[in-house]
């Protein structure tokens, strides 16, 4: 494995051949690059190889789930991180769009050692990143992370035989199931369920629902162009708005 570039020129032939990676994407906790500008698919993939190699040095199952947030450029993503890993000799078990938790619930669903989900969690589209564990249910902490970026960015990804892929269906289904058990709701409750276009809108409002919560939506259409806000609950902008219904609607609480 060549050593990643730290930079690349956008819009010419090495962009779309060689890896580019900014070293400073690597964090303690999980990995996140402004796309296109901090990391290209060729770099992503090279992640994807040093993944599966930190995986095979550590003598890990080369098993892991892979699964990617609602953004139009993430699927781009993680089919480039899903060649790399599968170059390391790992076998992906692909469980489609997903929220981060449900990534993490794949791993015992699926019985896969490891995981990595493509996520730039509450950023605003024009970033991406990943988020991956092998020691279920822990995720990279910042010794994993100091590894993973080493092997990285010195070139140290080692392809090897072995690797597969299949695409698993069902797991979001699970994940409700799961959720839901056999809970019940012990007074009624009226929630606005605010998830502003983002990934949550395929899971909230039906989990609500099944939870025998009354939901008042509030922009729960799949939208990856966030066309009202970037769905971050920590953004003054989202917490107005969801302020707002609660008066409007008179429900308990907005979540």
């Not at 619930?105 to 970033?127: D, E, I």
């Not at 990804?157 to 698993?168: A, H, N, R, V, W």
């Given at each position: 494995?060549?050593?990643?570039?730290?930079s690349?020129?956008?819009?010419?032939?090495?962009f779309l051949?060689?890896a580019?990676?900014t070293p400073?994407?690597?964090?303690?906790?999980d990995?996140r690059?402004k796309y296109?500008?901090?990391?290209n698919?060729?770099?992503?993939?090279a992640l994807?190889?040093?993944?599966?190699t930190?995986?095979q040095q550590?003598g890990i199952e080369p098993?892991?789930?892979?699964?990617?947030?609602?953004?139009?450029?993430?699927?781009?993503?993680?089919n480039?991180?899903i060649?790399?890993l599968?170059?390391a000799g790992i076998?992906?078990k692909?469980?489609?769009p997903a929220l981060?938790p449900?990534?993490y619930f794949?791993?015992?669903?699926?019985?896969?050692?490891?995981?990595?989900m493509?996520?730039?969690?509450?950023n605003?589209?024009?970033?991406?990143?990943v988020k991956m564990?092998f020691?279920?249910p822990?995720?990279?902490?910042?010794d994993?992370?100091?590894?993973?970026r080493?092997i990285?960015?010195n070139?140290?990804g080692?392809?090897l035989?072995?690797g597969?892929y299949?695409?698993?269906?069902?797991?979001?289904?699970?994940?409700l199931d799961?959720l839901v058990g056999?809970?019940?709701?012990t007074?009624?409750?009226?929630?606005?369920?605010?998830t502003g276009?983002?990934?949550?809108?395929?899971?909230?409002?039906?989990?609500?629902k099944?939870?025998g919560?009354?939901i008042?939506e509030?922009h729960?259409r799949?939208?990856y162009t966030?066309?009202h806000?970037?769905?971050?609950?920590e953004?003054m902008?989202?917490?107005?708005?969801?302020s707002?219904s609660?008066?409007?609607?008179?429900?308990?609480?907005?979540?």
């Amino acid at each position: 494995m060549t050593k990643p570039a730290s930079s690349v020129s956008q819009n010419t032939w090495e962009f779309l051949r060689d890896a580019m990676i900014t070293p400073t994407g690597f964090r303690e906790y999980d990995a996140r690059w402004k796309y296109p500008d901090d990391i290209n698919l060729p770099g992503i993939t090279a992640l994807g190889l040093g993944l599966g190699t930190q995986m095979q040095q550590r003598g890990i199952e080369p098993v892991i789930a892979v699964g990617n947030d609602y953004r139009d450029y993430s699927l781009s993503i993680k089919n480039a991180l899903i060649i790399g890993l599968m170059q390391a000799g790992i076998h992906v078990k692909d469980i489609g769009p997903a929220l981060s938790p449900m990534a993490y619930f794949a791993q015992f669903h699926l019985g896969a050692p490891a995981v990595a989900m493509v996520t730039a969690s509450h950023n605003p589209n024009g970033w991406t990143g990943v988020k991956m564990g092998f020691e279920r249910p822990l995720t990279h902490g910042p010794d994993e992370m100091a590894e993973l970026r080493d092997i990285v960015l010195n070139g140290l990804g080692k392809p090897l035989s072995g690797g597969g892929y299949e695409f698993i269906d069902g797991v979001r289904e699970a994940y409700l199931d799961d959720l839901v058990g056999d809970f019940k709701m012990t007074r009624k409750l009226k929630v606005v369920c605010a998830t502003g276009n983002g990934t949550a809108s395929a899971f909230a409002p039906e989990l609500f629902k099944r939870l025998g919560v009354e939901i008042v939506e509030s922009h729960n259409r799949l939208d990856y162009t966030f066309p009202h806000y970037n769905p971050n609950p920590e953004a003054m902008e989202m917490l107005h708005d969801m302020s707002a219904s609660v008066k409007a609607s008179g429900a308990d609480i907005a979540l």
